[in-house]
């Protein structure tokens, strides 16, 4: 145990002055921040934007990286989101800036087209379909005229399966009408 923890920090042979590269990002060690890993080390950008906030990032909060450079943690470069579904929203938003120069416009991945991101299906919160109505329409239509054979064999099971409560319904519905009829012979007497 005690090996473990000498071979850690600045006893490491890795040992980089407390700052690591992974992924494109910086950590710098910081072992008592709560957002620490296992080996003590925090993303430079969570410090950074912590400075300017003025405390600890509040859970599930994101940083983001306006220019895309991931190791640029200069103050002005960082954004703070306040979940990932925010995070992600923007992402979107800037590939559609750096594509079209505008922000409403989404990315269709089957037509590859840029269409009005309102008219995209909801799918929760912020987050919508990858593909556009048109492209959704089209595969739900061809999808069913594929599938016509497999469709049928559905039904037809769901009748054998419901058999009971489809002839008690047509049962219930002939004795209705029949009461219906009576009723209305006897107005009309
Ligand atoms: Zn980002
Ligand atoms: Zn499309």
């Given at each position: 145990m005690s090996n473990i923890r000498n071979t850690k920090g600045a006893n490491s042979p890795n040992w980089r002055g407390g700052r690591q590269a992974c992924k494109g990002y910086?950590?710098?060690l910081a072992p008592d921040h709560p957002r620490a890993n296992?080996?003590?080390?925090v993303f430079e950008h969570?410090?950074?934007?912590?400075?300017?906030?003025?405390r600890f990032l509040p859970r599930g909060h994101v940083?983001?990286?306006?220019?895309?450079?991931?190791s640029d943690n200069r103050k002005n470069n960082l954004v703070i989101c306040q979940d990932n579904a925010y995070h992600t929203h923007l992402h979107t938003r800037q590939k559609a800036f750096r594509a079209t120069g505008r922000t409403d416009l989404r990315h269709c991945c089957t037509c590859k087209e840029w269409k009005?991101?309102?008219?995209?299906?909801?799918?929760?919160?912020q987050e919508r379909d990858h593909h556009c109505p048109t492209c959704r329409a089209i595969a739900r239509k061809e999808w069913r005229l594929k599938n016509v054979d497999y469709l049928k064999i559905l039904k037809r099971e769901w009748k054998r399966k419901h058999r009971n409560q489809i002839s008690q319904l047509r049962l219930f519905?002939?004795?209705l009408s029949l009461l219906l009829s009576s009723l209305k012979s006897r107005i009309k007497s």
């Open positions: 910086i950590r710098i296992r080996r003590g080390y969570v410090i950074v934007a912590e400075e300017a906030l003025g940083v983001h990286h306006i220019n895309g450079v991931k009005p991101l309102g008219s995209y299906r909801k799918i929760s919160g519905l002939a004795a």
